[in-house]
């Protein structure tokens, strides 16, 4: 064992590792300055001007002038939906039941449960005309965004709107809504976290661990719902629309764009561009952010344009948080499109002097679209005052809980499954001689999948000044990492030792000062060490990604990490490649040793250390403090606290953290105190458990030794 690698483990593992005092204003020394506000911005600034580029791309190289071409973009948006999603359910059984019927003036309301998946429960409500003669034409109505579900007032007003104008009507509880809280507590007699958004994004981290999305469940319900709708004697299959609002605006879109028995759609209050959502707004619910959208070439017109040739209305509202500009833009864009191959006439827009929602102008307008489309008449009849039901009496289960009611599958129980049958896919390498390449397969994943983008050349730098301390002085400065991300840290030069010092890259995901003891500690016993602020943490920390909002406790900094995931690299991948244009500095100075660099990390800076130590070899020793114990844990656990950050889409069909780890034997890796998705101690049995194959790489590598797991802080 080196000397130096016993002072980085004595280093990681110190009981006073890295200082809980507050930030020195000498420290974080951009405070004050005139780069303070703008290193503040320099993430979300850098993430939008990425996005914005890929887009400005997308447009210059966009050619729609025929109907074929039309066509093959029609084809290649919906390949890259599905692959987003991870690919459609199998079609099983629906299982429908009728379990009450309410009658009505002119209706009735029959409440209806069906499986959209093997015991995955969906609650519904049909809305049928007890008048006219059928079959009738019908409106597919999936839900926006609201606790109550298919009880929300105005829900009400739209359905009875389309029962009493002859339509057949089919709504559901889509995913936390309604009867439907997939984060249930029955302890709590309520979900787990406060909104349905929040835990959609909940939700959809654990999906993307396993290269689903969550947006695969609610286009599945939806899919299943017009499967059951269509099984109606009372509906004309060949008369069926879809139209929702927000929420429901959303998978009106992403329904419209996959189904082709719907015959028309309606979203309101959702599609604008992404140009004025990163402008204005940024990525919303994990339901409407797709991994990759940007980077492959795609926007919101292009929704539009693979659920052609059905006929489309944008239903817009100028006050609405969705930009109203980008929806301008979008409807320009398509329209423009439309029109050059002679589908103009299919494409419509109504904009309404009104906030976010589904009011009064927008169904007068929705009526008479869908009247003009599914019946070859216009219908201007003035709306009718709605009794509107409790929840309780449209309720389909007697609890109000599918999870108390029926039990079965819940998002969260499915993923899960999914996480597990993926573990035990994985392939470990059994003898030493498969051990080399399954290493080079592990990085060759992570590589991909991190979309890490690696880098070469002189490190430019910006020094800041000297603060002088006894034994070493730490110097000031700011390094780029690539055009656009400068990286604030300080670099602590011992003051006396031979001529070229071993060197140790030290990051924390709460910034640079909180590891100053260590630092300190490190400098004076002749060890050269940069601590450093990766991008977005530390002075680089976006103020308001620190917000006492429900999303920034259970998910750090979404709109980056959200914005990052749809340009195609996730924070953990460019914040590795800050790591390793530190180590490019550290490397060319003439008092560093290149051969003996290391790494320490903790918190929120630990997984990019560990990937950082796959992508390079020149880190001879890591350790790895307050680490996420694995991927799996997440994708198994259904709440979880500041696990997007670290999120890389699909990780869990090709590796995990501890097979990141195994991948870098026979190097020293040191794992001290790793926490559970919810930030909580993993005991001894779970750590040994989840690192065993690691442990055994590691002895097929021959240094069964390098490995070292450790509890400092509790056994």
């Known amino acids: ?96 039941k009728i379990v009450g019927v309410l009658q009505r003036d002119g209706y009735r309301i029959e409440k209806v449960i069906f499986e959209s998946q093997p015991k995955f429960y969906v609650t519904a409500n049909l809305y049928v005309p007890s008048t006219g003669h059928g079959p009738y034409p019908a409106i597919l109505f999936p839900l926006g965004h609201s606790r109550m579900g298919k009880a929300f007032e105005i ?188 589908q103009g006439s299919k494409l419509e827009a109504v904009e309404t002097d009104d906030l976010h929602g589904y009011f009064h102008p927008h169904r007068m307008a929705a009526y008479d679209w869908l009247s003009r489309r599914l019946r070859g008449a216009s219908d201007t009849t003035p709306e009718a005052p709605v009794t509107l039901e409790s929840p309780e009496t449209l309720d389909c289960t007697d609890t109000g809980q599918v999870a108390t009611s029926l039990g079965g599958e819940t998002v969260f129980t499915i993923n899960r499954s999914r996480a597990h049958a993926l573990h035990r896919r994985r392939v470990e390498p059994t003898t030493a001689a498969e051990l080399s390449s399954w290493r080079a397969r592990v990085r060759d994943a992570a590589l991909r999948r991190t979309g890490y983008e690696p880098a070469s050349g002189v490190v430019p730098v910006l020094p800041y000044g000297v603060i002088a301390r006894d034994e070493y002085g730490i110097h000031k400065l700011v390094y780029e990492s690539e055009p656009g991300i400068q990286i604030p840290a300080l670099l602590y030069v011992p003051d006396a030792g031979p001529e070229r010092k071993a060197a140790v890259l030290l990051a924390d995901g709460n910034g640079k000062s909180a590891a100053a003891d260590t630092a300190a500690r490190l400098a004076r016993s002749g060890v050269i060490v940069l601590a450093v602020d990766l991008r977005g943490m530390g002075e680089t920390r976006f103020a308001a990604a620190e917000d006492d909002s429900e999303f920034h406790h259970w998910f750090g900094d979404y709109n980056d990490a959200m914005t990052a995931l749809l340009i195609g690299h996730p924070l953990a991948g460019m914040r590795a490649r800050d790591i390793v244009r530190g180590l490019d500095l550290l490397a060319t100075r003439p008092d560093v040793d290149p051969a003996r660099l290391s790494g320490i990390a903790r918190h929120g800076a630990a997984i990019p250390m560990l990937y950082a130590g796959l992508f390079d070899a020149r880190l001879k020793s890591i350790a790895l403090e307050n680490m996420l114990v694995c991927y799996d844990a997440a994708a198994s656990s259904p709440v979880h606290s500041h696990v997007l950050e670290d999120v890389v889409p699909g990780a869990l069909e090709e590796y995990d953290l501890p097979d990141l780890v195994a991948a870098i034997a026979p190097r020293n890796v040191w794992i001290s105190d790793p926490v559970t998705p919810t930030g909580s101690p993993v005991l001894r049995p779970e750590l040994t458990r989840e690192y065993a194959a690691a442990a055994n790489a590691f002895r097929l590598a021959g240094a069964p030794e390098a490995l070292h797991l450790a509890l400092v802080y509790r056994q």
């Open 155 to 342: 829900w009400q007003d739209v359905l009875v709107g389309l029962v009493r104008r002859g339509y057949v009507a089919l709504t559901w509880d889509t995913l936390a809504e309604g009867e439907r809280v997939q984060l249930y507590s029955a302890d709590l007699r309520g979900p787990l976290v406060h909104d349905s958004t929040t835990e959609h994004s909940m939700l959809g981290i654990e999906c993307l661990l396993t290269g689903q999305h969550v947006a695969r469940y609610t286009i599945w319900d939806g899919m299943r719902a017009l499967d059951y709708l269509l099984s109606r004697p009372e509906v004309d299959p060949a008369r069926v629309a879809v139209t929702g609002n927000s929420g429901g605006g959303t998978n009106t879109t992403y329904l419209a764009a996959l189904d082709d028995r719907l015959k028309a759609a309606a979203p309101s209050c959702y599609l604008t561009s992404w140009r004025w959502m990163l402008k204005a707004l940024g990525p919303q619910d994990g339901e409407q952010v797709f991994p990759g959208w940007l980077a492959n070439g795609l926007d919101y017109p292009d929704f539009l344009y693979a659920a052609s040739p059905k006929p489309y209305l944008m239903l817009l509202s100028i006050r609405d948080f969705f930009p109203i500009d980008g929806s301008r833009e979008t409807f320009a864009e398509a329209q423009h499109v439309f029109d050059s191959i002679g």
């Open 1 to 96: 064992m080196t000397a130096f690698r016993l002072l980085s483990i004595a280093a990681a593992l110190a009981a006073c590792t890295f200082a809980q005092e507050p930030a020195s204003q000498q420290l974080d020394f951009l405070h004050g300055l005139d780069e303070y506000a703008n290193i503040q911005r320099m993430l979300p600034d850098y993430l939008r001007e990425r996005g914005l580029a890929l887009l400005e791309a997308r447009r210059r190289s966009l050619a729609i002038t025929t109907p074929e071409a039309l066509s093959a973009r029609r084809q290649f948006v919906r390949d890259h939906m599905l692959q987003a999603i991870g690919g459609l359910p199998e079609r099983t059984p629906l299982n429908a």
